[in-house]
Each structure stands twice: as C-alpha cells, then as structure tokens.
C-alpha cells in the first residue's frame, strides 16, 4: 500500500520568501513521487517528477525537490515566491513498475502575501 | 497541442437525472483516467483505461457509475440516476503510456440538487 502526507493544509508566505511545500510518503517498493499544481478552476499540472536518479529535480516555475529515502520525504521548494505562485500543490505517489495507481495527497493552498 | 477536453465545464441538474460527461484525450495517448475531486476526500481514482480496455474500475463508488471508451479519442462517465451527493468536480487525465505523468483536464464541475 502506498500513501502521501502533506504536512499543513494552508501555507502563507510573503511575496519574496522561501515556499517550503512538505510531502512525506509510504511506499512499500521504491517510488515514484510527483508534484502538481491547480490554479482555480483549472485541472492539474506536472510541476516536477522523480523516478530514478539525481534526487534533487528541478520542475518549472523555479520549483524543485529532493527525494529524501532515509526520511520518506519529498519537499517541494522555491527560493522566491511570487503572487503568481498562488495556488494548490499536490504531492502524489506510485509504486515503480507497470500500471500503479497514483495516490495524490490532500493538498496545501500555497497564499502568497504582497 | 491541444490538451485534453471536456464537456460540459459546468452541468446542474436535479436528482434522479441521467449525467454524462465526456473527455477526449490528448492525441496519441493510451491510457486514460476519470478522477473525482471534493473537499471531503481529495482526488479519487474512478477508473483507468488502457488501449481503451478498462483495467481498474474500484474506484467506481456504486452501479449508478459507468464509464466508456469506445475509441482512443473519446471516453464517457455517466451517472443514473444521480443524487446529491455525487455533487463533486470530475476530472479526466490522460497519459502516453500508463506509467507517465497524466495530463488533467480543466474539469466538469457538477452539482446535483
């Protein structure tokens, strides 16, 4: 069985300031771990994604995150906020190797403060 | 490119009503997914698709919920008779292959009454 843990609901930031997003999984096999965006009333978008490899990705919009086995930790981050930032992320996570269903988190409204 | 489409974006009816809703993937993709979203409990997964063939439907809440694909552009879900508490906005995603990242739709946002 898989599950995703997204630390935190909401988050409020000022415009400028670190965004640190939290996604702490469980996964019996390695993972493959995800980030999407939604704006409102749209669908969601891939920011970023890790399969194998470097554990540090980088996704678009200057966001990236670092797999973390040790801590089954998946944190989403960007140096400098931005009022367009504004929106809900969502961590998700499946198993590696053939069809494995996507279990996404509850998601954390990011609020970004002029 | 044109991304995946739904129909309609917005859909109130009354209780006890048929609703269909509708997704064309992406072009080329082979695998498709129907998900429902509410702020109870999060995304869900209905069903996936693959090469038009449904591979896991238990995530269909009950009978009233039916999903088709009759060709690789086009795909239905469908509830009859409808109640309250489907109220929820539905999404379809859509991926090349199923273990790629899924392309989501803007959505049907359906309320029931």
């Known amino acids: 069985a898989q599950s995703v843990t997204q630390l935190g609901s909401h988050v409020s930031v000022s415009e400028g300031a670190l965004v640190l997003l939290r996604c702490n999984y469980s996964?019996?096999?390695?993972?493959?771990l995800f980030w999407y965006v939604q704006y409102p009333n749209q669908g969601l978008q891939l920011l970023l994604k890790?399969?194998?490899?470097?554990?540090l990705v980088k996704g678009i919009n200057g966001f990236e995150a670092e797999f973390k086995k040790s801590e089954t930790s998946f944190h989403l981050t960007k140096p400098s906020a931005h009022m367009s930032d504004a929106a809900e992320y969502f961590c998700?996570?499946?198993?590696?190797?053939?069809?494995?269903?996507?279990?996404f988190g509850t998601g954390t409204k990011l609020q970004v403060i002029p | 490119d044109a991304g995946v489409i739904q129909s309609p974006r917005h859909e109130v009816t009354e209780m006890g009503q048929e609703v269909t809703l509708r997704c064309k993937p992406i072009?080329?993709?082979?695998?498709l997914f129907w998900y429902r979203q509410t702020m109870m409990r999060g995304l869900e997964l209905l069903i996936y698709?693959?090469?038009?063939?449904?591979?896991?439907d238990s995530g269909m809440p009950e009978d009233r919920f039916s999903a088709k694909m009759p060709n690789a552009s086009f795909s239905t879900l469908k509830i009859q008779p409808s109640e309250p508490r489907d109220s929820a906005v539905y999404f379809c995603?859509?991926?090349?292959?199923?273990?790629?990242?899924?392309?989501f739709g803007d959505g049907t946002r359906l309320s029931i009454l």
């Open positions: 995603a859509s991926s090349p292959t199923e273990n790629q990242p899924q392309h």
């Open positions: 996964s019996s096999v390695p993972p493959y």
């Open positions: 890790y399969t194998t490899g470097a554990t």
């Open positions: 998700a996570v499946r198993n590696s190797g053939g069809y494995q269903k996507v279990t």
């Open positions: 072009s080329g993709h082979n695998s």
């Open positions: 698709f693959n090469n038009n063939v449904p591979i896991d």
